[in-house]
């Protein structure tokens, strides 16, 4: 699609409504780093044990990038993008709920991974597809998602300060729920 001059140009509420989502899921995945201790003190988890859930993270989040490429092609990033955002949101909460090491692999591992997909392939593809100029202005915002661990990791020393590492992770699930509408703004 090609950018009209002196109209309004649809492709940026793509571009930062992407951007919004992208901060979302990548700032709950960095908070991981500061829910690393209390989750481990309070099972008497080793760094090692703890530590295999982010490997199976990046794992997963590869291998979701390979299948939501794919079903992006096939059905279109909006509805991508809503599957992932719940799946994403799904894992977020169950990670106030873990009670065992497998839960942690579960839910942080490949939940949150394959819904954090999204943000990526699903993404560029969209907005590759609306922009002819400032095709990389577009692609540099809507791929910042660096910046959501800037915003998340006070929010969630905040959280745990406040409601410990569960409620940290019930309020992160609640802020992922604007993934929803932000998926739907995509067209």
């Known amino acids: 699609m090609q950018e009209q001059q002196g109209k309004f140009f649809y492709g940026w509420v793509i571009v930062f409504g992407g951007l919004v989502l992208s901060l979302i899921m990548y700032g709950v995945v960095d908070a991981f ?31 979701g990038n390979l299948v939501f490429g794919t079903l992006t092609d096939r059905v279109g990033s909006r509805r991508v993008m809503i599957f992932g955002g719940i799946v994403f949101i799904i894992g977020t909460l169950l990670m ?24 990526g392939v699903p993404l ?12 990389g202005l577009a692609l540099a915002l809507a791929q910042s998602q660096n910046v959501g661990a800037a915003i998340f990791a006070p929010l969630t020393v905040f959280f745990i300060a406040q409601y410990g590492w569960r409620g940290a992770y019930i309020g992160l699930g609640a802020i992922g729920l604007l993934i929803i509408p932000l998926a739907l703004l995509m067209r």
């Open 96 to 119: 106030s709920q873990i009670h065992s090491v497998w839960h942690l692999y579960l839910f942080f591992g490949v939940l949150i991974a394959i819904g954090r997909s999204v943000a």
């Open 33 to 63: 780093g500061i829910m690393f201790k209390p989750i481990s003190e309070e099972f008497h988890w080793d760094r090692g044990t703890v530590s295999v859930s982010a490997m199976i993270n990046w794992i997963s989040f590869g291998l």
């Open 124 to 135: 560029t593809a969209l907005v590759t597809r609306w922009f002819t100029k400032n095709q």
